[in-house]
């Protein structure tokens, strides 16, 4: 007989599932989006609002440029279409955090429509289409802790009323759960690359929901979908979503209906809880927002913001694979953040061997950032100390050892390379009666391994190099010891 588990993967491989993402992410203006309040996060509760954020009667928002030019650089950077013309619209529901009884949002006509990113998991590629993203104003925030009375009350922060967040609606073409977190990382990394967001999802820049839905396999009508909502990694919205499949799975399998509506994911327990039904669009009842003209970006203001797009990830990962010969697994983490790309670019283009610099950064120094908690901007040894490390390895004049040794006291001391190595200038043993000296005495002191080397064991030569390095406290040309040695050893 089937055990439990298995039945439960036999449905679940019946089925499949449909996903589609929606994501707010928050700009990085200086005001909010209709007024001129500070955007920043971390004041003072209700320290930064006025008449228009706090929606009193009478007060009337003025659309901030600059959140419509970063949502505008945000769009290009998806490969959407901007729209010309769009308008704001009313979104209108009753929430303690949302004073005016309505969000200005868009409606039918977003900003930009018809984008699409490439996404890759298990080695295959495909296109995710993005519907739309439109700009619209954050509301508040309902603080139910912190508090003497947060037992009986619940307090209203408006700080964040009215800063400014685009939305990004994917198509439900994504079709498991590890799609989605790839789709997620691709989107934060192209939005961190324009600059728009510092996508900090701890402090709620960058917010994700979840539609997903199963069919039977081959069918073309969609399932009933649920909304899982507020999910803060991108890890728990992929096991949130796993969790969510294998319940619709269970509930239809057993003969039950899904139910349109929104639930929460408790990560402690892994599960999704009802939380209420699903609202359709017409509930919100939508009207165009008569207080703020159409929005107009017309061809010659696309093109001003234009110019400001970066080179994007993707693009920036094969350039840097076929400029300086590194590999594409060299390109994926040296062009994780736009920063360190360009660190990395700077000291490639300086030294003599762009592949060694990859190497560099990658085992030596990202290794010894992480250890101090330190971001590469903090990093004591400079992407000009970095090459020139990398090119003294290069040339001989020091060794990998050695290498090791000056970036710990650059890190240390919070030096620079070059300031550090000027100090301690490391002689390397390239004298080869010296280093034979060395060899010779290994060589009569461990018999055994030489035998094992003459009989055709020839991996035994690291060891050998090991003691050399030992014996010459790893001053040692690496290069000389292992011609020198290969050399006595045969002989
Ligand atoms: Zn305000």
């Known amino acids: 007989m089937a055990t439990t588990s298995e039945t439960a993967v036999a449905a679940r491989a019946k089925y499949e599932p449909v996903i589609g993402l929606e994501v707010h992410v928050q700009l990085l203006t200086a005001t909010k989006i209709f007024c001129s309040c500070s955007a920043r996060f971390g004041a003072p509760p209700n320290a930064n ?3 228009v954020c706090l929606g009193l009667p009478g007060a009337l928002p003025v659309l901030n440029r600059k959140a419509v030019e970063f949502a505008v650089l945000a769009a290009m950077a998806l490969n959407c279409r901007v729209n010309e013309t769009s308008i704001f619209a009313r979104k209108n529901y009753f929430y303690p955090d949302l004073p005016k009884g309505y969000q200005i949002s868009q409606y039918d006509k977003p900003l930009a429509e018809f984008g699409a990113i490439d ?3 298990g080695g295959n590629s495909k296109k995710v289409g993005i519907t739309r993203l439109h700009l619209e104003e954050d509301a508040g925030k309902s603080l139910h802790e912190g508090f003497p009375d947060s037992a009986e ?3 209203i922060d408006l700080n964040r009323s009215g800063v400014p967040l685009i939305e990004i609606v994917s198509e439900p073409e994504i079709a498991s759960p590890d799609e989605a977190y790839e789709y997620l990382t691709r989107v934060k990394e192209i939005i961190l690359y324009t600059g728009v967001s510092d996508c900090n999802m701890e402090e709620g820049s960058l917010r994700c929901d979840a ?6 396999r081959r069918q073309t009508q969609f399932g009933t979908k649920t909304e899982i909502k507020n999910v803060n990694s991108f890890r728990f919205i992929r096991d949130a979503l796993e969790y969510e499949i294998g319940r619709q799975v269970g509930v239809l399998e057993s003969g039950g209906k899904i139910t349109q509506e929104t639930r929460l994911y408790n990560s402690a327990e892994g599960k999704t809880y009802s939380m209420r039904s699903k609202e359709e669009a017409h509930d919100y009842r939508y009207f165009s927002e008569p207080d703020l003209l159409p929005l107009v970006v017309d061809g010659k203001w696309q093109a001003e913001i234009r110019r400001n797009l970066p ?3 993707e693009a920036r990962r094969k350039r840097m694979v076929a400029d300086y010969g590194i590999t594409e697994y060299d390109a ?3 062009a994780a953040s736009r920063t360190l790309a360009d660190e990395f670019e700077l000291a490639a283009k300086a030294a003599k061997n762009p592949k060694r610099v990859a190497n560099l950064v ?7 950032l992480k250890a101090r908690g330190l971001e590469i901007e903090h990093s004591p040894i400079s992407m000009k100390g970095l090459a020139l490390s990398a090119d003294l390895v290069e040339g001989g004049t020091i060794s990998g050892k050695m290498l090791k040794d000056l970036y710990d006291l650059c890190f240390e001391r919070n030096q620079d390379f070059p300031a550090v190595y000027e100090k301690e200038k490391p002689q390397q043993l390239t004298d080869t009666t010296s280093i034979e000296k060395i060899i010779a005495e290994i060589i009569a002191a461990n018999p055994k391994q030489v035998e094992q080397y003459r009989a055709g064991k020839k991996a035994v030569i ?3 190099v090991g003691q050399v390095m030992k014996v010459s406290k790893g001053q040692a040309n690496p290069q000389m010891v292992n011609e020198l040695l290969a050399k006595l050893l045969e002989s």
């Open 119 to 121: 996404i890759t998991t």
């Open 49 to 51: 609002v006025c008449p």
């Open 462 to 464: 690291g060891f050998f």
């Open 362 to 368: 990658q085992s030596e120094l990202m290794g010894r």
């Open 211 to 216: 539609n997903v839905s199963v069919r039977p």
């Open 311 to 313: 080179e994007l990830p």
């Open 153 to 155: 009350k619940t307090a």
């Open 332 to 334: 994926e983490v040296l």
